[in-house]
């Protein structure tokens, strides 16, 4: 606040070139109109503030600061002045001293704190209006019109002529006039539009003390006259408009159970608002879209599902009578519960069946790729036993697909992706992994994920692109962050104004780049709003621990939409410990082979711990009960990073109990925790609040908190491939937030680290109105030589019930080891295999399969792994059906395949002949 009361604060403006410069004009003290007064003027510059005191009494300029402030646009239809030259209007009454002024103030480009009033307009002389002692003006508006001149007003109530004067902005001269008829009011204020037009607000005093108003508009068409007679047409309360149509439209675009999206289309860029409730009568909900468009579009949300609905739109322009529509109404869709999905398939064709808890359409899309469902096939409508039949398969091959139920009253709803694979000549089903689609579900370090995974090449931080990733939406800090699929998640956190459950979701294309950032399912409770760790695994994102007050136990899960990325409703995955003093916020998190480690953090009372729990991850995406490790680390931590590399668990970063920064990196073997020990020299100074990760066998640091003041510095850690860390140093490029934050987060995904949020001081336990929207990825220069180790754990596969499995078979280059697990239909996993290249089953019953790759180099050679097979299912016996196409084969009247080969040269010499038609029939 810059005085007393609000009566002292008069008019702001902005000037020049550049927006970081604004003047502010009020009067001191807070006196009678008759009484001199003393004008201030604040210029804030470049984050300085100076005070110029101009004092304006009767005999000098004659006002009263009752000041209203326009800027010479003149030369910049932006609304910054290219001149630095502000116009004031000033009054006075009650004395023999001109009594109303126009002043001119001129800034100097180069410093404008050395400006300085420069002329007085001498209203008076030149426009030839009364002194305050003949009963002279005291109406106050001042405005700039196209030509640069200035209208301005003038009233008195003795006086029988009221209305606006234009301004010469050089000499003060009075160019044009219009006068309002009687019985209108004084103009008390005025403005000018972009078209010219004077728009001003006039009040007429009555015998009772109150006051009629008109908003008024004049349209000059004598702009130069000095006649005093009225040079157009009054007009009350708007006039004549040119109208905005509503060219198409509204139109219910989108309806669901819970939320609905109105368009509209107009013949002129306008605001888009719409006014809406659930009675006709009353319509007490605003919401708005973008504006300046002329196509519009507001989708509403979390509505209650079969409930009518009553709207209207409208848009608005400058210069045009806006628009409204009728009132419209739409009735939100019902629910549905899809069950009891499944498919069966043969050689070319398969059946896929579900049931739904009310009557509606059956259809199935599929194709090859899980990201990509071209084909369609339908079934009946109107039905709750849903049966739709897939023909024209290829045998051998994996098929994806989603099945869909709707109507008109119920909402479109789909199942998870889901797959299923048809038989080849010996009745096996093969799924072959070959497709970014079908490596994209899985945990990624130091590898890139495409038509197989490729080990990274070293590198170091060389850039900060925050051209690559869009600001978020609002700022928040303490958030949690998670990767998966291509899609980066923001859950949670503290904003500007309240803690919120917010979960924001964005596309990464094949260049690195992150597309807009738009919500999706929000979380579950309260108590994962901030200060919680975050993860994505087998296509669930997790967060775990945090609180908004109280810090809780729970664990919470959602499952991702392959398709779009769209997060499923949240639950609660797990707990921890129970038991006062378990609780935890500020950990840090890792997962390995499938299990999710937990370390330090802060409990409920706010002591740090050193503890570290673990859970393994279960097929459904559960968790198992969480466990404490043996090994504690060797002393409490909160506020640190924790990644695994390799078999290795590193935790560097964060503080202690007593709040004094931790230097020191850790190291521990998996996968049982410990015993930990110290590698490298993490910092100079410590660091805690701070974005981390591993990217390129890097430990990152960027940003935070570092014992004394917010820091922007990008720090890196090479990891060497004995596992060593090595010391902590400053990359070149500095996290370019244009300010240091601390309590932001990342993740890598690919070859890049995504940043987002953090806040620039501290804020309020459940808001921070300094929490920033700021995202950005961290690219790096990389070297001739790979990284040493990269790893790549798998999705789940469920295969929809028990199978007979065969083989699991790696196709690679350079070093590359696989190991593999299996969970039958109660979920319990395996152990992990031995590592091997081809990993025999001989025909054990599961449902679930699960891999793990690990790739190494020892410096400038490759590793990537481009296929992963799984054989499974029961072999078809040899009947009289395949003597008969052997037959037929031999005796030229088709052409056998590669699997038919297989399938019928039972003589293994290499072709089919009679002799085989001979054995298959009488073996």
Same mark, same amino acid.
């Given at each position: ?7 002292? /604060? ?24 008759? &009484? ?54 000033? *009054? ?7 009594? &109303? ?25 030149? %426009? ?8 002279? &003006? ?84 004598? &702009? ?126 398969? *059946? ?24 369609? %096939? ?497 072999? /078809? ?47």
């Amino acid at each position: 606040r810059l005085f007393d009361t609000p009566d002292q /604060q008069r008019s702001l403006v902005v000037t020049g070139p550049n927006t970081d410069r604004w003047f502010y004009y009020s009067q001191t003290p807070a006196q009678a109109e008759s &009484s001199p007064a003393t004008m201030y003027f604040q210029a804030e510059y470049q984050y300085q503030t100076a005070f110029l005191n101009n004092t304006i009494d009767p005999t000098a300029f004659g006002g009263s600061m009752d000041m209203f402030v326009v800027l010479d646009k003149n030369t910049d239809p932006t609304g910054h002045s290219t001149t630095n030259t502000i116009y004031a209007r000033v *009054n006075q009454v009650g004395t023999t001293a001109g009594e &109303s002024n126009v002043v001119k103030f001129d800034c100097d480009n180069a410093d404008p704190l050395s400006g300085y009033w420069t002329r007085d307009l001498n209203f008076n002389a030149s %426009a030839t209006i009364p002194n305050a002692a003949a009963g002279g &003006s005291t109406g106050r508006g001042l405005g700039m019109a196209p030509d640069g001149h200035l209208w301005t007003t003038y009233s008195h109530a003795t006086i029988a002529t009221r209305g606006y004067y234009k301004l010469d902005k050089a000499t003060g001269a009075k160019l044009d006039q219009i006068t309002v008829p009687s019985g209108h009011g004084k103009p008390r204020f005025n403005t000018c539009d972009a078209k010219g037009n004077v728009l001003g607000l006039q009040a007429s005093e009555t015998a009772t003390n109150t006051y009629a108003k008109w908003l008024t508009m004049f349209a000059p068409t004598d &702009s130069g006259s000095t006649d005093t007679t009225t040079s157009a047409a009054f007009t009350v309360t708007g006039g004549s408009l040119p109208p905005i149509n509503i060219t198409q439209g509204p139109t219910v675009a989108f309806l669901s159970s819970n939320a609905a999206t109105i368009t509209w289309t107009t013949n002129v860029a306008s605001t888009t608002t719409m006014a809406w409730g659930l009675s006709e009568a009353s319509l007490p909900n605003q919401a708005t879209g973008a504006s300046c468009v002329t196509a519009h579009s507001i989708t509403l949300k979390g509505l209650s599902k079969t409930t009518p609905h009553f709207f209207y739109v409208r848009s608005e322009a400058d210069g045009y009578a806006a628009a409204q529509s009728a009132i419209l109404s739409f009735t939100t869709k019902d629910t549905l519960t899809i069950s009891n999905l499944a498919a069966t398939a043969q050689m070319t064709t398969a *059946n896929v069946t579900w049931t739904t808890d009310k009557p509606t359409t059956s259809v199935v899309l599929y194709g090859t790729s899980p990201d990509f469902l071209p084909l369609t %096939a339908t079934g009946a409508s109107d039905v709750t036993s849903h049966t739709v039949n897939l023909a024209g398969l290829t045998p051998g091959t994996t098929y994806y697909f989603v099945a869909q139920s709707e109507s008109a009253t119920v909402e479109l709803t789909s199942t998870q992706e889901s797959f299923l694979a048809t038989t080849n000549a010996q009745g096996y089903r093969v799924r072959n992994l070959s497709t970014f689609g079908d490596f994209r579900y899985g945990l990624a370090q130091d590898v890139t994920i495409g038509a197989g995974v490729t080990l990274n090449k070293r590198g170091v931080p060389n850039a900060v692109n925050d051209a690559a990733v869009p600001d978020l939406p609002e700022g928040v800090a303490n958030h949690a962050m998670a990767v998966s699929g291509g899609y980066v998640y923001i859950i949670g956190g503290r904003h500007p104004a309240t803690t919120k459950n917010i979960v924001y979701v964005a596309p990464i294309d094949s260049s690195g780049n992150v597309g807009a950032w738009t919500e999706t399912s929000p979380l579950n409770e309260e108590r994962f709003l901030s200060c919680h760790a975050g993860f994505a695994y087998n296509g669930y994102v997790y967060v775990v621990g945090g609180g908004t007050p109280t810090t809780l136990l729970t664990t919470a899960y959602a499952r991702q939409n392959p398709l779009d990325g769209t997060l499923g409703p949240w639950a609660v995955a797990g707990s921890f410990p129970e038991g006062t003093g378990n609780e935890r916020d500020y950990g840090a998190v890792s997962v390995y082979r499938g299990r999710v480690y937990y370390s330090g953090g802060e409990t409920n009372a706010g002591a740090s711990v050193a503890t570290t729990y673990y859970a393994d991850i279960l097929p459904d995406g559960k968790l198992s009960a969480w466990n404490t490790a043996t090994e504690l680390l060797p002393a409490t931590r909160q506020r640190h990073l924790m990644a695994t590399v390799g078999d290795r668990l590193y935790v560097w970063g964060g503080e202690t109990d007593a709040a004094a920064l931790v230097y020191d990196n850790l190291t521990s073997t998996l996968p049982n925790v410990g015993p930990w020990t110290t590698t490298g020299n993490a910092l100079a100074a410590g660091r805690t609040g701070f974005a981390g990760g591993v990217v390129r066998c890097n430990a990152l640091m960027i940003a935070g908190w570092d014992g004394y003041a917010r820091t922007d510095k990008v720090s890196y850690a090479p990891i060497a491939a004995d596992g060593t860390m090595g010391d902590m140093v400053d990359a070149t490029p500095t996290w370019k937030s244009a300010e240091p934050l601390q309590d932001l987060d990342g993740v890598a995904w690919q070859d890049r680290f995504y940043v987002a949020g953090g806040r620039a001081s501290d804020g309020a336990p459940n808001a921070d109105t300094t929490a920033r929207a700021f995202a950005a990825s961290l690219t790096f220069t990389t070297d001739a030589n790979y990284a040493p180790v990269g790893r790549y754990e798998s999705q789940v596969f469920d295969l929809g019930k028990l199978e007979a499995l065969q083989s699991l078979a790696l196709t690679s280059t350079g070093s590359v080891s696989m190991v593999a697990r299996t969970a039958g239909e109660d979920g319990v996993w395996s152990a992990w295999s031995a590592p091997s290249p081809t990993i025999n089953f001989a025909g054990a019953q599961a449902r679930y399969v699960q891999f793990a790759l690990t790739l190494t180099s020892t410096g400038a050679a490759s590793a990537s792994a481009s296929a992963v097979t799984l054989t499974y299912g029961t072999p /078809q016996p040899l009947g009289i059906e395949d003597a008969r196409n052997a037959l037929r084969f031999w005796s030229g009247l088709g052409v056998a395949t590669v699997d038919d080969k297989t399938r019928l040269d039972v003589t293994a010499d290499g072709i089919i002949s009679i002799l085989d038609a001979v054995k298959i029939n009488h073996p």
